[in-house]
């Protein structure tokens, strides 16, 4: 409960809901400790009886374009109860008792609870009072006042509309955010509030289509997006909705009714999970690097709240491609293993009588993407190597075993085909029409398809041995190798030295190619030309976001990291479009924020700082700088052991670094030349080489 009890009803304490109503319990024993800003409130209930208001203010507001995420608001504050009077007396109109349904608790005869209480795993979401950087004058539009502040970070200072008038604010939050806006205003009963939250400006042609381009640009552009209506009633109050909305920008319109009036100045309470930052890049680093960091952070942030989230605007699911990245990207910035874990069970506790795993979840609609459910597995060993914890695969072994039994029942004359559900793979847009599915998997089986099952096999026999099953780890290794040599016979073309994407498919993509290697076909040189024809071939289908990465693996893997410096463009290019978050996909996109691609987070620590771990759970730690395109890099890399601190130039005439391991576990490190230099625990170590 919150002490204002005159602000918007449905922001105090929600115990259930029910259809177009929402539900207020009460306890005639109660302590309520409230802090500013929201810090802290501790709820002492007492013993039983509650009682409840049913609060009948607000209808759902659906957009189609994000149908999957939820409804938005339309409220009534006529309706809304008011003043701390509803609260005096349990007893008076409005409150009933509340019935217990069911018990928390299991009975004698082992029948379980409708709704199994447990520790929540994870900290609560931050919350953290921000204001508005400024704002933006709108369009001349005839008939409408223009709101303006004269300082954005007060608290006192109010806007006076008269009445019968239409007036509009253009507000700009200064970088993307999630959180919870407040709007305190004054009646005018009657007048009505519409809050359009944007992540973009957004341009219009001659057909009506829209588009985005510089997404600051409110000289040219007009916001658009989702909406919530508020209607004012009577005195002071303060309109809040009651889910986190994501912006960049916001336009306010209102419209008063036949008296005046007042609008306060609005601020937001940013939410998102506490995101801990612990790996830093300095400033002794090449400059074309920070902006990318900073996005990418930036991006991250808003797409972790209680589950990780494709993007926070249009979706806020979880899913398990997006979710294995984020995890990986969150390792290297934070250590933070907690909503890893949580994740890891809820994709589990997702898992059909068939086998196989649901794409996205917690999710009231059931979706199954094939290839996701294999992204869950290597989700496993990734934990595994940052946490050491052995656990975590006797734990999930069995759902593993489901999700490759699957697989195992849909193969064809040795390869698997016609998976079922959803058989997507990446949003490119030679796939566009095929819904992102690669052409093949139409008319028998696919090359990539087949590549990410061999390496879900290779990966959990590694897990296999490491609990004590060489035989069921030989089991998965050897189907893995028959996949390996069944696609090189049917669908390599040593014409062209790459794999097509099908038997009797003349199509080429980076997919096939880059999984090729990551599971380990072939002798090392057959490999490097994969990678080699991938770098200078231009007419296969590229990978999007989220496949880069696996892109980058696969360079890195035959020796070619110096490959990947082209492709950092793509990251470069929002920036160009004044982003502050990285898109759903390069080019043209519908979300401006989607981590999957916040893939500098990664990079910078494993691959061009070189700090990772040699063994799991950081027993000893591997430096090996790999990116040599990098001219100077410096900063300090967080490891569940402790911190290494590594900064390097690298010119023509040699390569420099220093390095101070302030861990408990001893450092090798690997200079260009091959040369190794052992760092011991808390020891300090510079070198010279050449390159």
């Not at 400024?134 to 970070?153: C, H, M, S, V």
């Not at 989230?309 to 979710?323: A, H, I, K, L, V």
């Not at 910035?333 to 649901?358: E, K, V």
């Not at 401006?592 to 620590?605: R, T, V």
Request: glycine residues 8%.
């Amino acid at each position: 409960m919150k002490k204002d009890y005159n602000r918007h009803c449905h922001s105090l304490l929600r115990i259930e809901e029910v259809p177009f109503l929402f539900v207020f319990v009460l306890s005639p024993l109660r302590t309520i400790q409230h802090l500013e800003n929201g810090r802290e409130t501790d709820l002492s209930t007492g013993n039983y009886p509650w009682y409840c208001y049913f609060s009948r203010e607000l209808t759902p507001h659906f957009y189609s374009f994000s149908q999957w995420m939820g409804s938005m608001e339309e409220v009534d504050g006529e309706k809304c109860p008011e003043g701390e009077a509803l609260f005096e007396n349990a007893q008076m109109a409005g409150w009933c008792p509340v019935k217990i349904l069911w018990s928390t608790e299991p009975d004698s005869y082992g029948v379980l609870p409708v709704f199994d209480l447990y520790e929540r795993p994870i900290p609560f979401m931050t919350k953290i009072l921000c204001h508005f950087k400024g704002q933006n004058p709108p369009k001349a539009e005839p008939g409408t006042l223009e709101i303006w502040f004269r300082d954005l970070t007060s608290t006192t200072e109010e806007v006076v509309i008269p009445a019968h008038t239409r007036a509009v604010l253009e507000l700009d939050a200064g970088t993307h955010k999630t959180g919870l806006v407040r709007f305190p205003c004054r009646g005018g009963a009657g007048t009505g509030m519409k809050i359009t939250y944007a992540e973009s400006y957004f341009l219009s042609d001659e057909k009506g289509h829209l588009r985005k381009e510089m997404r600051d640009d409110w000289k040219h552009g007009f916001l658009y997006g989702h909406s919530d209506l508020y209607r004012m009633r009577e005195g002071e109050q303060v309109y809040e909705p009651f889910w986190f909305r994501t912006f960049r920008f916001i336009r306010l319109e209102i419209t008063t009714g036949d008296t005046q009036a007042a609008i306060g100045v609005p601020c937001f309470v940013e939410t998102r999970y506490p995101l801990e930052e612990k790996t830093c890049m300095e400033e002794e680093t090449d400059p074309w690097m920070k902006p990318v960091w900073d996005i990418s952070l930036n991006t991250l942030r808003n797409c972790m709240h209680e589950t990780h989230e494709d993007c926070p605007y249009y979706e806020q699911m979880q899913y398990t491609m997006d979710t294995r990245l984020q995890m990986l990207f969150v390792y290297a910035l934070s250590g933070d293993t907690r909503l890893a874990r949580q994740t890891i069970h809820q994709y589990h506790t997702s898992l059909l009588p068939n086998g196989m795993l649901q794409s996205r979840y917690p999710c009231n609609d059931l979706q199954v993407i094939p290839a996701f459910a294999l992204q869950w597995i290597l989700m496993l060993e990734d934990y595994y190597w940052f946490t050491g914890d052995r656990e975590v695969i006797e734990r999930y072994r069995p759902t593993m075993e489901a999700v490759l039994g699957y697989y195992h029942r849909h193969k064809v004359n040795g390869l698997v085909e016609h998976l079922g559900y959803w058989e997507m793979v990446d949003w490119c847009e030679a796939w566009r029409e095929n819904c992102g599915c690669p052409t093949a998997g139409n008319h028998g089986p696919s090359s990539i398809q087949n590549l990410i099952y061999a390496y879900a096999l290779h990966t959990a026999g590694r897990m296999f041995r490491i609990i004590g099953l060489p035989d069921l780890a030989s089991r998965y290794e050897k189907e893995a190798g028959q996949i390996q040599e069944l696609l090189y016979e049917r669908c390599y073309d040593s014409r062209r030295g790459l794999y097509r994407e099908g038997p009797e498919t003349e199509e080429y993509s980076q997919h096939a190619q880059l999984f090729a290697v990551l599971c380990g076909v072939g002798e090392e040189a057959f490999r490097k030309g994969l990678m080699e024809r991938v770098r200078e071939a231009s007419d296969l289908i590229p990978c999007s976001f989220p496949l880069q990465f696996y892109l980058f693996r696969a360079y890195e893997q035959v020796g070619m990291y110096d490959a990947t410096e082209a492709l950092w463009k793509l990251w470069e290019q929002p920036l160009e479009w004044h982003m502050t978050t990285l898109p759903e996909e390069p080019g043209v996109t519908r979300s401006d924020c989607h981590a999957w691609g916040s893939l500098m987070l990664y990079e910078f620590l494993r691959r061009i700082l070189g700090v990772e771990a040699a063994e799991p759970g950081y027993e000893s730690i591997r430096i090996r700088p790999l990116a040599r395109y990098v001219k100077r890099a410096s900063g300090k890399a967080y490891t569940p052991v402790g911190e290494v601190h590594v900064a390097y130039t690298s010119r023509e005439e040699g390569f420099w670094i220093q390095v101070e391991n302030h861990t408990g576990k001893s450092c090798v490190l690997f200079l260009p030349d091959g040369t190794q230099v052992n760092i011991g625990s808390g020891e300090n170590c510079e070198a010279h080489c050449a390159r």
